[in-house]
């Protein structure tokens, strides 16, 4: 079992920055996919970035390509997302992922394990 507690959320206004952090723990995970999604009101959840947590390559959504930035720490066992120029369109649900368990990185089905999701709430 692996467990993700996101952290970071909040109301910011537009143009600002966040930086959402996931903790992790449990089994060892050091050879997982971790990734970023968001779930906007009303709408499916989409992919933002994943990482490969033992070789720290990434992959980003084209639209978060530029603005947001995933990293992860091992002394901390932590994943994060820095998201800068927020807009009210980036409003939603955050989540962390891990454990990728079929090709595709960008559907959230492929992932075996979830947090609990942090809200992040841009005004403009």
């Known amino acids: 079992q692996v467990q993700l507690v996101e952290s970071g959320g909040g109301l910011v206004q537009a143009g600002g920055s966040l930086r959402l952090s996931c903790a992790v723990s449990g089994r060892s995970f050091s050879t997982m996919i971790m990734a970023w999604f968001r779930q906007p009101p009303g709408k499916e959840r989409e992919f933002l970035a994943a990482?490969?947590?033992?070789?720290?390559?990434?992959y980003y959504e084209s639209s978060a390509k530029g603005r947001f930035t995933i990293a992860r720490d091992n002394t901390k066992s932590a994943v994060y997302l820095q998201m800068n120029s927020l807009n009210p369109e980036d409003t939603a649900v955050y989540y962390c992922?891990?454990?990728?368990?079929?090709?595709?990185?960008?559907?959230?089905?492929?992932?075996?394990?979830w947090g609990q999701g942090t809200q992040v709430t841009v005004s403009s």
């Open positions: 992922a891990a454990d990728l368990q079929g090709l595709s990185p960008i559907t959230p089905t492929n992932y075996k394990y």
């Open positions: 990482i490969n947590w033992s070789v720290g390559k990434t």
